[in-house]
């Protein structure tokens, strides 16, 4: 993950929304007005515009959807793949772990600047109209790729709610996110479709597990000194309990931290749920909980019991119903 991964997620993401939240908002449609030649008389004004919307505190007019996107970070990537705006992707940047495969033929014909992050100059090479980020760091102001200097660029940005968001994260804002994109880039009707299916989904889980007992989960996603885990504040807590989990770091006011392992003892978690990505393998996470002896006798520990998630299905995007069915699997396989 950018900036040593645990790091930038730990830096802004933001209550559990009930499920009804996730209905489709009604939205003028718009299709994507097309290329011409410069010489040209102006095109009439697409349906649906001109629109103006507040991000993470940068309000934004767009006159037209834009054309040229570049997108950063997996979850920005795979939400416009899932709109099927693949042709509105000059290029893209920064994976976490492989493309879901029903994205992989789309994602194949687009341009990669960058394995991470792409320089200022790389960035404007490609010529974008917009930038779509999914971390923070996507916008890093010591780097030259800051929202406010590429807005004097002539360039829109966005940035992932799950960094701007007062509270917790939860499918309220998974609808924020959904719905605010596709209207963008006028298809309001594709991001309504998108939000019934991740509904449809998370409704059929939740209907499966909610009887059953509800194991203490612990998030390990990285460290050796302390554990870095999922906090209270992020979409990751929202999953856990929508397949039937209780995190036992929920009342940690962030969406990532550090605790200690003695922390991590006294909450006797059942479950360890471990997030898959970067350097550090998952069966190498596993070795350095089943070979500490002051962790010996907890539970989820000397059972083994352990789930793994892609780091990718833990952030707000389209993977969020993903990960509740696979987790539940984990948590409930008597229930799938």
């Not at 014909?109 to 930038?131: C, M, N």
Request: with cysteine.
């Amino acid at each position: 993950m950018p900036l040593s991964r645990a790091r930038a997620r730990r830096a802004a993401l933001r209550t559990l929304a009930p499920l009804a939240l996730l209905i489709p908002l009604t939205a003028c449609a718009g299709a994507p007005a097309g290329d011409g030649p410069a010489s040209a008389a102006p095109a009439a004004p697409a349906d649906g515009f001109p629109y103006t919307v507040t991000n993470c505190g940068v309000s934004t007019t767009f006159t037209a959807p834009p054309r040229r996107t570049v997108t950063m970070n997996q979850h920005a990537t795979e939400l416009l793949l899932a709109l099927g705006l693949e042709d509105r992707i000059a290029a893209t940047a920064y994976l976490d772990d492989a493309v879901l495969p029903r994205y992989q033929g789309a994602y194949g014909k687009i341009k990669v600047l960058a394995k991470e992050y792409p320089s200022k100059e790389l960035l404007l090479g490609a010529e974008p109209d917009f930038v779509y980020g999914g971390y923070r760091s996507a916008f890093d102001k010591a780097q030259g790729r800051d929202r406010e200097g590429l807005q004097k660029s002539g360039i829109n940005t966005r940035l992932n709610v799950e960094y701007c968001t007062d509270g917790p994260v939860g499918l309220a804002q998974l609808k924020t996110e959904i719905t605010e994109v596709a209207r963008t880039f006028g298809v309001p009707e594709r991001g309504a479709r998108l939000i019934e299916d991740e509904q449809r989904r998370i409704d059929a889980v939740t209907a499966r597990v909610k009887d059953k007992p509800r194991p203490a989960v612990f998030v390990y996603d990285s460290g050796e000194g302390a554990a870095s885990t999922s906090g209270g504040q992020g979409i990751g807590n929202e999953i856990v309990s929508l397949a039937g989990g209780t995190n036992v770091f929920a009342d940690l006011k962030d969406t990532f931290g550090d605790v200690s392992w003695e922390q991590v003892i006294a909450r006797k978690p059942e479950v360890v749920l471990i997030y898959d990505y970067g350097g550090t393998s998952v069966e190498a996470k596993k070795q350095r909980l089943l070979n500490d002896p002051a962790l010996a006798q907890v539970p989820a520990i000397r059972d083994k019991k352990f789930v793994v998630l892609p780091l990718s299905s833990a952030v707000l995007g389209v993977r969020v119903a993903d990960a509740v069915e696979s987790l539940a699997g984990g948590l409930h396989p008597d229930a799938a």
